[in-house]
């Protein structure tokens, strides 16, 4: 079993800055993608962030000059840096990353998705 525990979550003035952190524990042999996604109320799941195993990122328009992705190769964990935040950032955000563990004698790579982090940007 592997598993994504995020945190870092919580409530915030507009204009201030939160730090997500998500860790992935168990059974892992590799990690390619690591990412955040958010859902806002009504709405559907978007890509906010993601990085690969070396160290290219992507990120959605909405957040880009924002917000900072980075990982930890060697401690299994993934960071999501928010400044600036606004309203429109209010979210739950959620952890993903494709694992690889031998399964069966096969290697075998699966999306993982974290329990979600609140964050909520009063403005």
């Known amino acids: 079993q592997v598993q994504l525990v995020e945190s870092g979550g919580g409530l915030v003035q507009a204009g201030g800055s939160l730090r997500l952190s998500c860790v992935a524990s168990g059974s892992i042999f590799s990690i390619n993608d690591m990412g955040w996604y958010r859902q806002a109320p009504g709405k559907q799941r978007e890509l906010v962030a993601v990085i690969t195993s070396g160290g290219r990122t992507n990120y959605a328009g909405s957040v880009k000059g924002r917000f900072t992705i980075s990982r930890d190769n060697a401690k299994n964990t993934v960071s999501l840096q928010m400044n600036r935040l606004g309203p429109e950032d209010t979210a739950v955000y959620y952890c993903?990353?494709?694992?690889?563990?031998?399964?069966?004698?096969?290697?075998?790579?699966?999306?993982?998705w974290g329990q979600g982090t609140l964050v909520t940007v009063s403005s």
């Open positions: 993903n990353a494709e694992i690889g563990r031998w399964i069966l004698a096969e290697l075998r790579y699966l999306e993982v």
